[in-house]
């Protein structure tokens, strides 16, 4: 990929981790983070652009801001493989099975809640300027994948007892080829945008980000945002819209228009509350 130069010591601090499965699309991280960059406080602006570029020297200087929200993805072109279970928390959906007829396992106690909570901790430390700066880049990307409804849920049915890999399982036709790339890549409504981003680039980006903004506002989601809990956060995502992602659509079939679209909805709901809430734990936690 060419984007990542990390040092020795960068990579021993990410080898206590494990690796990181891919989640939302670059593009659908970057805006919800673009959104979170407009309620910031104007102190916590200055501190997290401090903290984001000490790691510069050492890593990589990213031709725009917004991409930083990709780089803990982006890390994985250097071949490390130490992240799997930070960017979700796979709670399982019995359909037709009994629990105790499943092979499913819960998943690992280190997952995106217990990712998010540990970069809260270290980015609220004053000590440790380097590792404050690799935690921020995994909180502007993980917060956004807690978000991505299959990375909150696996089906498990007869025909995959140990639970269908968040939707990967599921396969069906059309433009995505199972129901995780679907909503990994919001219906395919959102257009992909290739990186290193350009002024045309930047710009489709702020796109999104306000027109989601404005018909996403804050206001529409005080319920949600009064969840302070990490895994009732997690909790309400399965219950409310993780669950549905399963209704109106068959395997190895075609979305209908209906589904693509009254879940893109949701998927939009999803970005804007994503990105609220990355800027209340960037405002209320960054020192």
């Known amino acids: 990929m060419g984007y990542m130069r990390l040092n020795t010591l960068i990579i021993l601090a990410l080898a206590m981790f494990m690796e990181l499965a891919a989640a939302w699309s670059d593009t659908i991280h970057m805006i919800i983070y673009a959104i979170a960059l407009r309620d910031l406080d104007e102190d916590t602006a200055e501190a997290l652009d401090k903290n984001l570029k000490y790691m510069n020297e050492r890593d990589v200087h990213y031709n725009d801001w917004f991409e930083y929200a990709c780089w803990a993805k982006d890390i994985r072109g250097v071949g490390l493989t130490m992240f799997e279970g930070w960017n979700y928390a796979a709670y399982p959906y019995f359909d037709g099975i009994n629990p105790e007829d499943s092979d499913y396992r819960p998943h690992p ?5 217990s990712a998010i909570k540990q970069a809260l901790t270290l980015i609220s ?5 380097l590792y404050k700066s690799m935690m921020l880049r995994f909180l502007l990307h993980i917060v956004g994948d807690m978000h991505q409804p299959l990375n909150v849920i696996t089906r498990v049915t007869p025909k995959h007892t140990s639970g269908d890999n968040s939707g990967r399982l599921f396969k069906i036709r059309g433009q995505y080829s ?3 790339s679907l909503w990994n890549n919001a219906m395919g409504k959102i257009t992909e945008i290739k990186r290193p981003l350009d002024k045309a680039g930047r710009a489709t980006i702020n796109y999104y980000a306000n027109s989601i903004k404005e018909q996403y506002p804050r206001e529409k989601l005080s319920q949600e945002l009064r969840i302070k809990k990490l895994y009732v956060m997690t909790a309400h995502i399965y ?8 209704d109106d659509i068959q395997e190895f079939t075609t979305p209908t228009e209906y589904y693509l679209a009254s879940k893109f909805e949701r998927c939009k709901q999803l970005i804007a509350l994503a990105g609220y809430r ?6 209320e936690n960054l020192e």
């Open 178 to 180: 199972d129901l995780y």
């Open 109 to 113: 106690k280190y997952n995106v809640t």
């Open 125 to 129: 430390n004053e000590e440790g300027p």
């Open 278 to 283: 990355l800027a209340d734990f960037l405002n």
């Open 239 to 246: 219950d409310k819209i993780s669950l549905y992602a399963y």
